[in-house]
């Protein structure tokens, strides 16, 4: 990564997603996706989120933009109305190493949002951000997020869980880790499917 300040700023565009910058106009959307006890349940959000929290939070998202300090983006199908968000925070320049995080609004799950733009996200991070080390931070119960994590090549690291105590008691997060692999990640898989039609394989080799 050239510096330590991350670009702003960004559209990533792959797979029928479009990851873009927040936007003052997306508060509403914003407050209905993040008020939803999933996300509740499963990430550091305020519960209830109201519009106070909404405001809150894109004006810290934002500043994290302007900085450079993190890569937060809403994920939409055409650049438009937001249905999720993928996060990048807490990089160490130093280990070319960071932390990774999504959400999905309960009316957009289950269609390979979170997979797509954690993969999207991944690989930019990889490949322009010359990060080598890529976290996810899951708590064991969270069946959903695993599965996304497994989907995009991510493995559990033998790391010891990271104690936390929530409003929903105290819990613990496993590190997953993206590992290069020869077929394993959602990335390579489609860049195969796609070198096959030309008899040959970009991975592996
Ligand atoms: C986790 C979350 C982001 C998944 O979003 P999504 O867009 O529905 O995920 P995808 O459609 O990309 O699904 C990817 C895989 O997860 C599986 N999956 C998704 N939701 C699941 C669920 N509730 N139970 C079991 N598997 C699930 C899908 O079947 C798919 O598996 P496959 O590769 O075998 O087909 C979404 O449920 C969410 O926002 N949860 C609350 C916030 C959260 O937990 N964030 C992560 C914190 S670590």
Redesign the pocket.
Known sequence: MAGSRLPFPITLTGDGIVLREWRSEDLDDLVEMLD?P??A???PMPSPFDVEAGIAYLKRAHQGRVTGQRLQLAITADGGRPL?EVLLFGVDAGLKEAEL??????R?????????S?SLLSGYARSTLKLSRLL????PG????I??A??CGYQLTGEPPILQVGPHGPSSLDTWELVESRSGSRLERLRNVAARRYGRRTSGQ
Do not use: F, M, P
């Open positions: 939803e999933d996300i349940r499963w990430t999720g995080g999504y959400l999905v609004g309960a957009h799950r289950r269609r390979g949002l979170a997979s797509g954690l996810l931070r899951i708590d969270n069946t959903a997020s599965a996304v497994r989907r």
